[in-house]
């Protein structure tokens, strides 16, 4: 399931996202998040770590989803 997918399964607006990620203390704007979801770019390991503690799943299941959000499965 591509990055967008995840996000909307887990009722999670890029925005939302992006104002958790604050919190968690990662230094990530909106921009690289709709990269992310665009499949432009893949975030790094924290940032994957910071996401799966936002969503609720699994480091795994986010790189996989970041990973076909850019074609890569």
Do not use: H
């Amino acid at each position: 399931m591509p990055l967008i997918e995840l996000f909307k399964k887990e009722k999670c607006t890029q925005e939302y996202i992006a104002q958790q990620m604050k919190v968690l203390n990662c230094k990530k704007y909106r921009q690289q998040i709709s990269e992310w979801v665009r499949g432009e770019r893949l975030p790094d390991a924290y940032s994957i770590w910071c996401l799966s503690k936002i969503l609720g799943v699994s480091a795994d299941d986010v790189l996989e989803a970041c990973l076909e959000s850019a074609g890569r499965l």
